[in-house]
């Protein structure tokens, strides 16, 4: 169960990571990369956030490369957000495969 504040800063994360990545994939035409959701942990030292990515194929190696230029990502968001948190979380990104599973399940449902 998430607090209050842990939400808030879920959301102010997601806003201005997926700003920092709205910014960083125009300049590569084709691939849209959207951050559903966010999950900060209890002391706010982690958040998880999780990623739609299309094309479907490209997506372990954007995962990838963003895991390895985190630090970097993780500056950008701590400039963005310095005024609202003290101390900005480390950041670990993960494939939201969720539509995929949607799309599954309605694929069943209408054999």
């Known amino acids: 169960m998430e607090t209050t504040r842990q939400q808030k800063i879920a959301r102010l994360l997601q806003k201005d990571l997926s700003e920092i ?8 035409h084709g691939v849209i990369i959207s951050v559903t959701a966010v999950r900060v942990s209890p002391d706010l030292s982690v958040a998880r956030a999780y990623l739609s990515i299309f094309p479907p194929a490209q997506a372990q190696g954007i995962i990838e490369n963003l895991t390895r230029n985190a630090k970097t990502i993780r500056y950008e968001l701590a400039q963005r957000v310095r005024f609202q948190l003290r101390k900005c979380p480390e950041l670990a990104f993960y494939l939201d495969d969720s539509l995929d599973y949607i799309e599954n399940i309605d694929n069943l449902l209408s054999k």
């Open 21 to 28: 990545l709205r910014q960083e994939t125009a300049k590569t």
